[in-house]
C-alpha cells in the first residue's frame, strides 16, 4: 500500500503522506482515525474553510452546508477534511468586525498554507467572512471555490415586510421622533430576523457573497439564493465535486482571477446598488493577487452603468424577492455588454456563458437596461481639500438635492464625543438642515480598525422639525445596509495626517458629487498654518500591545484596501520549513 501511495500520489498533500519515513508515518496515523487507507492513494485532499460560529449567529447554519460540501467530495473521489477558521461576526464583535478582518485572513492563509491540503472549498456569508476567505485563498494560490452562505428568508412586523439593518435604523429614527413607541420597536426585534442566514437587504453580506461569483469564484448561479432554500445545499454538494475537478485541473485563484475579473465586479456592485464596504474588500483581494486596481476604477467603471435593481437600503424589495426574480444572472444579461467576456470562473468557463438562459420575472425588483432605477450608479469618488487621496460616495443611496450642496461645519472629535452631544438640546444653535456634521478619528488608525458609524444619526432636534437626511463626512465606513448622503472612507484619515482632522466648527463645506469634488471653503494657506486640536489627538487610538498595536503601525489607508502592508501580495503554497 506505501508503495502505491509513493507511484501515484501527485497531490500537494502527497508532501506530508507519501512515503515509509517516520514523518509519512505521523501523518498518516495520526489522520487514520476515521480516514481509510485508500485516503492516502493520490486522492485530493479537500479543506472546507467553515466560518460556522454560534456568535456569528448569520454563519451558524454553514455546518449543514459543510456536510453537503463533503458528500460532493466524497462522491468526485476526494478527501473532505473539516478546518474551522477564524469567523466575524459583525453586529457582535467589538470595537469593530473591521478590526479584525486582516487577522482572519492571515490566520486562514497560514493554516491553508501550513496544512496537507491539495484545494479549499471557503464557507461564508456575514460582511467580513468572504473578504477574508478570498485574501487568504489569493495569497495561497491553492485551488479555492466560494460558497456564500446566502440572505435570511423575508420578516414581517404588522403586515410590513423588514429589511434587517435598515429597519433598524429607519425604527429607530422613528422613536427617536417620536412616530414609534419604544414598545411597538422592541416588539419587532423578534420579527426581525426570520431564518438562518445573512442580512436579506443589498448590505455588505449580500453584496460581497454577488461579487464573489461576480468575480468567478462561485458555482455560477449560486450566489444570492437563501440560506434556507434547499437549493443551497444541492449547490453545495456540487461545488464539493467541482473542488476535485478544480485540484486536477489546477485551477487557482490566480489563474482565474484577472483585471477584468475585478472590473467586472465593479460593474456588477453598480448594478446591484452594493455596499460601498466593497470598494475596500475589492481592493485587499487585489491587491493580494497583485492586479493594478485602484480606488478610481470604481468611479471609471461603475459611474456610467445604470442601477437595475430595486432593493433595501436604497430600494424597496428584498434578497428574497431579488432571487425570485431572476437573481444575479438576469442582472448580469442586461450588461453583459459592459463585462469582460474573457473572465472565467471556477468552472474555466466564462462568466458571460450562462448569460444568454437568464430571464427577469419580476420587473419591479430587477429592472430592464432600457427602465433603469437611476441611468448612472455606482460608487462616485471625491478629492478635493479635504480629501486629498479621495473619498466615496454612494449616490443611490443618498438624497439628490444634498448632491451639491455648500453648510457649515459642525465638527465632532470621535465616537464618544458625536454620541456625547449629538442629541444635546443646546447642540450648537446654527445647526440646522443645511448643516453638514463631520466626524474624525475613525479610520483604520484612529479608531481604530474603521468603523460603521459614518452615517450619523441626525440631531434629534432637527428630526422633530422633519428633517430625515444631512451630508454627513466621516474617514469611517458606513453599513451597507445604512442609507444617506454620507461621505465616508476620506483619505488620508484625521490619524494619519490627512486635513479632515483640521477643520472646525462653523467652516463652510462644498460637496459637488458631479464634479467629483470635497472641499472646505477656506483659503489653502489658511488651512496649512492650522495643527489639530489636542481633542482631536486625544482621541486618537494607542494601543499599547497585541493586535490593535500591530494593526495601527501597519495598517494602509482606506483608498487602498486598508490590508497591513506586510501582507499584500502572496507567498504562494510552499511551507518554508519542512516537519522535524
Not at 460558497?147 to 435570511?152: E, F, H, L, N, R
Request: with cysteine; hydrophobic share 45%.
Amino acid at each position: 500500500m506505501i508503495g502505491k501511495v509513493v507511484s501515484v500520489v501527485q497531490q500537494r498533500s502527497a508532501q506530508w503522506y507519501a512515503g515509509t519515513d517516520r514523518n509519512a508515518y505521523i501523518h498518516r496515523a495520526w489522520m487514520r482515525r476515521g480516514l481509510p487507507a485508500h485516503a492516502f492513494d493520490g486522492r485530493a485532499h479537500i479543506a472546507i474553510a467553515n466560518t460556522a460560529s454560534d456568535l456569528t449567529p448569520c454563519n451558524a447554519h454553514l455546518n449543514e452546508v459543510a456536510e453537503s460540501v463533503k458528500q460532493g467530495v466524497y462522491e468526485a473521489g476526494g478527501i473532505p477534511l473539516n478546518l474551522p477558521v477564524v469567523s466575524l461576526g459583525e453586529t457582535l464583535v467589538r470595537p469593530t468586525a473591521m478590526l479584525w478582518r486582516n487577522m482572519a485572513a492571515m490566520a486562514i492563509e497560514e493554516m491553508l498554507r501550513a496544512n496537507p491540503i491539495d484545494g479549499v472549498v471557503l464557507l461564508g456569508g456575514c460582511d467580513k467572512t468572504i473578504p477574508a476567505l478570498l485574501m487568504a485563498a489569493a495569497s495561497v494560490d491553492l485551488p479555492a471555490v466560494v460558497i456564500p452562505g446566502g440572505p435570511m428568508l423575508t420578516g414581517t412586523f404588522r403586515g410590513r415586510a423588514l429589511g434587517c439593518g435598515t429597519d433598524v435604523w429607519r425604527l429607530s429614527e422613528e422613536v427617536r421622533a417620536g412616530t414609534l413607541s419604544e414598545a411597538q420597536f422592541i416588539a419587532s426585534e423578534s420579527s426581525m430576523l426570520r431564518s438562518r442566514g445573512h442580512c436579506n437587504t443589498m448590505g455588505t453580506a449580500s453584496t460581497m457573497g454577488l461579487l464573489a461569483e461576480a468575480l468567478g469564484m462561485v458555482l455560477p448561479g449560486l450566489g444570492g439564493t437563501p440560506a434556507a432554500d434547499s437549493r443551497l445545499l444541492e449547490g453545495a454538494h456540487k461545488t464539493g465535486r467541482l473542488a476535485v475537478e478544480m485540484v486536477a485541473a489546477h485551477r487557482t485563484p490566480s489563474s482565474l482571477l484577472t483585471r477584468g475579473s475585478f472590473l467586472n465586479g465593479i460593474v456588477t456592485l453598480a448594478a446591484i446598488g452594493g455596499s460601498t464596504n466593497a470598494v475596500v474588500h475589492l481592493l485587499a483581494i487585489a491587491g493580494r493577487l497583485g492586479i493594478d486596481l485602484t480606488q478610481d476604477d470604481f468611479d471609471v467603471t461603475g459611474a456610467q452603468v445604470p442601477l437595475l435593481v430595486d432593493l433595501q437600503p436604497s430600494g424597496r424589495f428584498l434578497m428574497e424577492d431579488f432571487f425570485r426574480a431572476g437573481g444575479l444572472h438576469a442582472v448580469l444579461r442586461e450588461v453583459q455588454d459592459l463585462l469582460d467576456p474573457t473572465a472565467l470562473t471556477v468552472t474555466s468557463s466564462p462568466l458571460v456563458g450562462p448569460l444568454g438562459d437568464a430571464e427577469i420575472w419580476d420587473r419591479e425588483v430587477i429592472r430592464s437596461r432600457g427602465e433603469p432605477l437611476q441611468a448612472h450608479a455606482g460608487i462616485a469618488v471625491l478629492y478635493g481639500t479635504l480629501a486629498p487621496d479621495g473619498a466615496v460616495i454612494k449616490p443611490a443611496a443618498a438624497s439628490a438635492h444634498l448632491l451639491q450642496h455648500r453648510g457649515r461645519a459642525m465638527v465632532f472629535d470621535s465616537i464618544e464625543d458625536m454620541h456625547a452631544r449629538i442629541h444635546d438640546p443646546d447642540l450648537d444653535v446654527d445647526v440646522d438642515a443645511e448643516s453638514v456634521l463631520i466626524m474624525r478619528g475613525c479610520g483604520p488608525k484612529g479608531y481604530p480598525g474603521m468603523p460603521e458609524v459614518a452615517n450619523m444619526p441626525l440631531p434629534a432636534k432637527l428630526l422633530r422639525q422633519g428633517v430625515r437626511d444631512m451630508v454627513r463626512i466621516c474617514d469611517g465606513r458606513m453599513s451597507g445596509t445604512a442609507y444617506g448622503t454620507v461621505v465616508l472612507h476620506v483619505s488620508p484619515e484625521a490619524a494619519a495626517g490627512g486635513p479632515l482632522a483640521l477643520v472646525r466648527t462653523g467652516d463652510f463645506v462644498i460637496l459637488d458629487v458631479p464634479a467629483r469634488r470635497l472641499d472646505i471653503d477656506i483659503p489653502n494657506e489658511e488651512l496649512a498654518q492650522r495643527s489639530p486640536s489636542e481633542a482631536t489627538v486625544t482621541a486618537y487610538a494607542t494601543p499599547l500591545r497585541g493586535w490593535e498595536r500591530l494593526y495601527v503601525q501597519t495598517v494602509q489607508q482606506a483608498n487602498t484596501g486598508a490590508d497591513l502592508d506586510f501582507l499584500v501580495g502572496s507567498t504562494g503554497d510552499r511551507v518554508s520549513r519542512e516537519s522535524h
